[in-house]
């Protein structure tokens, strides 16, 4: 019953218009970081690595596709989240705007089989905009700029990455970042059973996020140890994959706290919607 309905609800997804605004805004950034690049990235790059070029050894050129999907990677996960949250704050609130809702739960199906399925069916869309992403950025980047070592700038240093130590990482990257976009998206499920229209989780979403990475931004001891527990702390844990070593430990526990959250948002979210009255 349940994957019937994930393919139903992966359908009403796909099928509406909000859903493709993530895809283009992607597509759209990374060509003008792509231009950008291709017109002045060796000055750029020359610029960042003047002070430090002459200590390290790479090969190849500095400006490659590794490079620029580095970039992109972190230019769009600021953004990502919001484009995300425009759909999954629609599964639930959408459903109550336009009175589908009620219908729905008069189906001889359990509730959180339903809140199940529209989490399947988020974990399929988040999966299918990493999927885009590394094609459009990583693969069409390297296939306008070739490859070479990957020098990535720490706050304590600088890290040189081999050519052929470099694919695994961005593997690893992308389905950590799969995982962090989803806690945004469980999160605006939840609020969606609190509203009537589809905008409203998408600002109780993002308020959330902004207030939590502000936050985390002071550097206050009682508030640094209330950080480790924001869901926006662990998620930009995916840099780590460009460290050496790789600091695995700290990745995992990352993961099993954004894995936790999203438990929680669903247990929540099935839990609010047992308890909804359909008549009102």
């Known amino acids: 019953m349940i994957p019937t309905i994930v393919r139903l609800e992966l359908w009403r997804i796909y099928r509406k218009p909000r859903s493709w ?14 231009s950008v690049m291709a017109l002045q990235g060796e000055q750029l790059a020359e610029m960042v690595l003047q002070n430090i070029k ?9 400006l490659h596709g590794y490079l620029v ?7 769009l996960l600021v953004h990502l989240p919001f484009l995300v949250t425009l759909v999954a704050g629609d599964l639930i609130a959408g459903e109550a705007a336009y009175g ?13 089989k339903f809140v199940l399925a529209k989490f399947f069916a988020l974990v399929g869309y988040v999966g299918s905009v990493m999927l885009f992403l590394a094609v459009v950025s990583l693969g069409v980047g390297v296939a306008l700029f070739d490859v070479g ?16 130590d470099i694919l695994w990482r961005f593997a690893g990257a992308y389905a ?8 945004p998206a469980s999160l605006a499920l939840l609020l969606g059973c609190f509203a009537d229209n589809a905008l409203a989780p998408v600002v109780g979403t993002m308020a ?27 998620a930009a844990a995916w840099r780590l994959f460009f460290d050496d070593p790789v600091p695995f430990d ?6 099993v706290v954004l894995v936790m959250h999203c438990v929680v948002f669903c247990f929540v979210t099935a839990l609010v919607l047992q308890r909804k009255d359909i008549r009102s």
């Open 250 to 255: 700290t990745i995992r526990n990352s993961a």
């Open 100 to 112: 589908t809702l009620r219908l729905l739960f008069l189906q001889p199906v359990a509730r959180w």
């Open 69 to 75: 999907a580095f970039i992109i990677q972190g230019l």
């Open 54 to 62: 002459q200590q390290l050894s790479i090969e190849g050129d500095y």
């Open 176 to 183: 950590f970042n799969w995982l962090g976009l989803l806690v």
């Open 21 to 34: 605004i993530v895809f283009i805004a992607i597509a759209v950034l990374v060509g003008i970081v792509h």
């Open 149 to 164: 070592d990957l020098v990535v700038l720490k706050t304590n240093g600088v890290v040189v990455l081999g050519r052929d």
């Open 208 to 234: 959330i996020v902004i207030v939590m990475t502000a936050v985390s931004l002071l550097d206050v001891p009682l508030i640094e140890s209330l950080a480790d527990g924001f869901f926006t702390t662990h």
